[in-house]
């Protein structure tokens, strides 16, 4: 029993340690009510944030790279994109998660994106930072289940790509 009682305060003791971190990821100084540009794998991200009753509203458009992502890559599936607030070591302060529902993929216009952070601190003595996350599925069709792909038929497989926080 004292085994168990120990085995269980290590384990509370290391889930109150860990944290998100987006250290891994390409990331901007925050700025307010400036346009900013973040290239990232698969995505770039122009956006502006700007303060609203004490929240952090970050707008803008996320633009697929078209030269690293397939061309026969057509529709959007299991598509979210979160954006974070860090500081200098990367641990994440605040964060939103937007899922967008199956669509088509627009090179031109790209998906339009506005998240509401709420941190609960921001550190006056340390520089902040934005960076997103992203996960996706891309298949050549609308009702072609990402699911269901059979990769051993030699058929179009799905492309999926993901960069977001880790739990460290």
């Not at 925050?30 to 794998?41: A, D, K």
């Not at 995505?43 to 633009?63: L, P």
């Not at 992203?134 to 009702?143: K, N, V």
Request: charged fraction near 20%; aromatic fraction near 14%.
């Amino acid at each position: 029993m004292r085994r168990l009682a120990l085995f269980l305060l290590i384990v509370f003791l290391l889930v109150g340690c860990s944290h998100l971190s987006v250290r891994h990821l390409a990331k901007n100084p925050f700025q307010l009510n400036e346009t900013n540009h973040l290239s990232m794998r698969y995505w770039n991200f122009e956006y502006m944030t700007v303060v609203d009753n004490g929240d952090y509203i970050v707008r803008g458009v996320a633009m697929p790279k078209t030269s690293v992502i397939p061309g026969w890559a057509e529709w959007l599936h299991d598509f979210w994109i979160s954006v974070y607030l860090s500081d200098e070591k990367g641990v994440v302060l605040a964060k939103d998660l937007k899922v967008f529902p199956t669509q088509k993929l627009d090179r031109v216009h790209g998906v339009n994106f506005e998240f509401q952070m709420e941190p609960e601190k921001m550190p006056s003595s340390q520089d902040t930072y934005l960076t997103f996350g992203y996960r996706m599925r891309m298949t050549e069709s609308q009702f072609h289940s990402p699911e269901t792909d059979r990769p051993l038929t030699g058929d179009k497989s799905v492309f999926f790509a993901s960069e977001g926080a880790l739990a460290r």
